[in-house]
């Protein structure tokens, strides 16, 4: 149980486009997801975290209408790029917690790569 | 910032046991160790927590010292599929009942056969 899955897996887009990133948890009821990015050889970063119904919470230093996050049922949430710029170009993780799921615990999704040309 | 300190890098024979330390001095008397591991272009995996007690799973064992500054995962018989980054991180508390992890560069495992 507890599954996150994410869509699409990997994605190139143009420069200047947008591009949304979805994630979805499969058997439990996500009250809150976490939006990570992580580039080569570095840790994740925390980019927000949402809670369902609820306007997300930014890190400081992330661009809030840069990378808009929704988070609008207890199984989606989405994280769209916009405007994307070659420096976007990262691996873009989801968690999240919920209803019926340890508490102690967070589920990822197997991650997003974006590579923006 | 985060509160943990790991070594980058760490070899181990497979079917050996596996010991990853981690040192938290700083950590408070509420927060809990965790530890996940990450697979090359992966998620994260959840491994295994505490908080002072010895922990034990299907995975791995958890041995946290008294004074709960350090700890140590020990994966009993390395595969080679446990080749990967793992990552000891302490539970921080965020808005509301939202629980932030964060997240250091964690130690690279290398499973030899």
């Known amino acids: 149980g507890a599954v996150v899955s994410q869509h699409p897996s990997w994605v190139i887009c143009k420069s200047g486009t947008s591009v949304k990133i979805e994630c979805r948890s499969l058997d439990f009821q996500a009250t809150t997801m976490f939006w990570y990015r992580q580039f080569p050889k570095q840790s994740l970063m925390l980019m927000a975290t949402?809670?369902?119904?609820?306007?997300?919470?930014?890190e400081q230093g992330v661009e809030k209408d840069k990378f808009l996050i929704n988070h609008a049922s207890l199984t989606l949430s989405t994280l769209t790029v916009t405007s994307a710029h070659p420096e976007d170009s990262s691996f873009y993780i989801c968690s999240a917690t919920g209803a019926g799921t340890s508490v102690f615990e967070q589920y990822f999704g197997p991650g997003t790569r974006l590579t923006v040309t | 910032d985060a509160k943990t300190t790991q070594p980058p890098s760490m070899d181990c024979a497979e079917g050996r046991a596996a010991n990853l330390p981690c040192n938290h001095s700083?950590?408070?008397?509420?927060?809990?160790v965790y530890w996940y591991r990450q697979i090359h272009s992966q998620g994260p995996q959840y491994i295994i927590h505490?908080?002072?007690?010895?922990e034990t799973n299907e995975m791995a064992s958890l041995i946290i010292t008294e004074d709960r500054k350090s700890s140590t995962l020990i994966l009993p018989h390395a595969t080679l599929r446990d080749t990967a980054v793992y990552y000891c991180i302490v539970r921080v508390p965020n808005a509301g009942n939202n629980r932030k992890l964060i997240w250091g560069l964690g130690t690279s495992l290398a499973v030899n056969p």
């Open positions: 949402s809670n369902e119904g609820s306007k997300a919470t930014y």
């Open positions: 700083t950590i408070s008397g509420n927060e809990y």
């Open positions: 505490g908080l002072k007690n010895n």
